[in-house]
């Protein structure tokens, strides 16, 4: 009798177990490929992603319509994406990599620029509007919806008018490259606790820090 109860408890923990490595993440970091575009402020998606890259020891290989890059933390599989379809066609690489890896859009995350948030906050959403955003409006367009997460990093809006281009396309300044390195740990923790635990506790520990 006792090991027919400890069957049915070793059942229920690898049940419990291969439901919980299931849950399968596409992170995709939005920016431009090429040297000219690497330390602009609307490349902060790649920023990011190569910065998890970096601590985790991972590396990217290029694939269709993108660099791709797959890795485990805490028993969670991740893939990380950056297309090199150009921003503002990024919708297409994001669908094919969602259909390609069989990833739920739920399980979807990705990360971007804010001129609306001041530089160094994250701001982490299951939905929301483009926000005039030509990267997340070609997202939206191709998956037909605009209910998926987001992650915001804001870069500020400290430019002068008529000059929103040349500061979201500009580099960083030297105070925020100073900056950045915390940052940067910061946003790889957040996208690590979107892949390992609810949505919801991401939001709480990482929105407006």
């Known amino acids: 009798m006792l090991a027919f109860f400890g069957r049915i408890l070793n059942n229920k923990k690898t049940k419990k177990k291969s439901v919980k490595e299931m849950k399968k993440s596409l992170i995709v970091g939005l920016g431009n490929p090429g040297i000219k575009y690497a330390n602009t402020r609307h490349n902060i998606g790649f920023k990011i992603l190569d910065h998890l890259a970096e601590q985790e020891n991972l590396s990217f290989t290029t694939d269709k319509l993108g660099d791709i890059c797959t890795y485990k933390y805490k028993g969670r599989p991740f893939v990380l994406l950056k297309p090199n379809t150009y921003m503002n066609l990024s919708g297409k690489a994001v669908r094919y990599w969602l259909e390609k890896e069989k990833i739920d859009i739920d399980n979807l995350l990705v990360v971007t620029d804010d001129?609306?948030?001041?530089?160094?906050?994250?701001?982490?959403?299951?939905?929301?509007?483009?926000?005039?955003?030509?990267?997340?409006?070609?997202?939206?367009?191709?998956?037909?919806?605009?209910?998926?997460?987001?992650?915001?990093?804001?870069?500020?809006?400290?430019?002068?008018?008529?000059?929103?281009?040349?500061?979201?396309?500009?580099?960083?300044?030297?105070?925020?490259?100073?900056?950045?390195?915390?940052?940067?740990?910061?946003?790889?923790?957040?996208?690590?606790?979107?892949?390992?635990?609810?949505?919801?506790?991401?939001?709480?520990?990482?929105?407006?820090?």
């Open 115 to 209: 001129l609306n948030l001041e530089f160094g906050t994250i701001r982490i959403k299951s939905k929301g509007s483009d926000g005039g955003h030509n990267g997340l409006k070609d997202i939206q367009d191709k998956l037909n919806t605009s209910k998926y997460n987001r992650f915001r990093f804001g870069i500020s809006d400290s430019f002068s008018k008529g000059k929103q281009v040349d500061y979201v396309l500009g580099e960083w300044s030297p105070h925020e490259e100073k900056l950045l390195p915390e940052r940067l740990d910061q946003a790889v923790k957040a996208i690590q606790s979107f892949g390992t635990t609810t949505l919801a506790n991401t939001m709480n520990a990482f929105n407006n820090k």
